[in-house]
């Protein structure tokens, strides 16, 4: 089973703090993903990468930047957390279209309160 | 640009009853459609997927969708659900061919089904 594990359940920050929220998928996947969940909202993209040192916008990249320095590991960075970016994180992974159409399997998600 | 939309935000139904979740979407060109859940406190799981092929797709847990292309919809059914159903439900689409290397989705606001005992 293809595992992907965000590196905190639960993450308390101050305005103005810089956050890293760090994803690791087991399953050689070259797509990752980062979203945000609000209530009402569903789930938004903030970026995906597709490749190692690869990066592209999402629909709200705005107040955040990833890395993708190694393929198994995809980090969201808040530059300076505002109490706007207080949410649920979501990270994804998948193989690239074409093959069959893998869907993305997802981490249980980072609970973030910026206070 | 393409959008899903899910009809009802919150569905509640009594326990071995049936229940329909509405997905409607919109897209110039064609694409996959999933449905996902999301149990609390968790992150998302398959639930099933339509690629091509027959239009009434079966999934996990009993659950199953119909895609009908010209409502450009994808409702997802159970005919008796169980307390442990209780979860949100989530409609996204792929576009076909959406470009090297990419594989984004576009997600509904999800719809909160609600089983009572």
């Known amino acids: 089973d293809v595992k992907v594990t965000q590196s905190s359940r639960y993450l308390v920050k101050r305005t103005g703090e810089k956050v890293f929220l760090e994803c690791v998928q087991d399953m050689d996947h070259e797509n990752m993903f980062w979203y945000r969940q609000d209530p009402g909202l569903g789930l938004r993209l903030i970026y995906f990468s597709y490749d190692v040192k690869m990066k592209e916008k999402g629909d709200i990249p705005e107040g955040y930047s990833v890395s993708r320095e190694k393929k198994e590991r995809f980090s969201l960075i808040l530059e300076s957390a505002s109490t706007n970016q207080t949410s649920m994180y979501l990270c994804?992974?998948?193989?690239?279209?074409?093959?069959?159409?893998?869907?993305?399997?997802f981490g249980d998600g980072t609970r973030l309160s910026i206070l | 640009a393409q959008s899903v939309t899910q009809l009802d935000s919150q569905v509640p139904v009594f326990e071995e009853a049936p229940v329909e979740l509405r997905c409607n979407y919109s897209s110039s060109v064609s694409v996959y459609l999933f449905w996902y859940v999301q149990y609390p406190n968790q992150g998302l799981q398959l639930l099933l997927k339509y690629l091509s092929g027959s239009t009434l797709v079966k999934g996990i847990n009993g659950f199953e969708a119909e895609f009908n292309k010209s409502q450009t919809s994808f409702h997802l059914r159970k005919p008796s659900v169980h307390i442990s159903d209780t979860a949100e439900y989530f409609c996204?689409?792929?576009?076909?061919?959406?470009?090297?290397?990419?594989?984004?989705?576009?997600f509904g606001k999800g719809t909160k089904l609600s089983v009572i005992p």
């Open positions: 996204a689409l792929e576009r076909v061919n959406s470009g090297a290397g990419s594989y984004q989705l576009t």
């Open positions: 994804a992974s998948s193989l690239p279209t074409g093959w069959s159409n893998q869907p993305q399997h």
